[in-house]
């Protein structure tokens, strides 16, 4: 079975997504670990990261892998975990103009598709894009003012700054983060981290 659970920045996917995996006892996938990845490398190789080419080169040379883990997903670039420096805020800055190349797309697409089922997998276009032939596909929302908030656990900085900023990548991820025709939307604004995982378990087709 394939579970897509998609949804706008910090509203809660890869926690949800840890626990409903957890649940199943399968692996969950962390997609946006991965255009991280790339605009961490990007940002590493001074690269314009609009510029798909240079970008690329870089995947080619030294392709960062992901370790879809249960206890937490970990990107590898050869012997180096990449994983600590994937939240930081001039990564949080760049990625959306990463994640727009449809030339990374694709790449990150690909890494995906390698994946063996069952899995959950968390993202933005899991159930649109990656995976539309997914048993069950849901979508998280929150208001921005919650999502600020339980960023403000995660990163020193104030919350209507970060409120203001996940507007701002609310915005730029537009494109690729409208919830599949099939999904369930659920917003998770009111509802603790347990409840949202067993909304989601709910809603499961009978295994
Ligand atoms: O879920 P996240 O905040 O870690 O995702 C980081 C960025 O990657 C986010 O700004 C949008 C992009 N992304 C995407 O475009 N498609 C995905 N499947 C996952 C993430």
Redo the contacts with the bound molecule.
Sequence with gaps: MIVTI??V??SG??SVSAGVAQALGVPYV???????AV?LLGLEAGAALHEPAALLDCLQANPPRLEALASGNRVWLGQRDLTPD??STRV?RG??V???LPEV?AW?DAQLRTLPAPLVA?????GT??FPHAQAKFYLTASPRVRAQRRAYERPEDVAAIEAALTE?DR??TV??APAADAHVIDTSELSLQGVIDAVLARLPAR
Excluded: I
């Excluded at 962390?30 to 991280?36: C, D, F, K, T, V």
């Excluded at 968390?122 to 899991?126: A, I, N, P, T, V």
């Design positions: 998609d949804g920045a910090a996917k890869s962390s997609s946006g670990l991965l255009y991280r605009t994937l939240h949080d990625v959306s990463v994640a727009a797309r990150v968390e993202g933005r276009d899991m894009n990656v990548r730029l991820d690729q983060s």
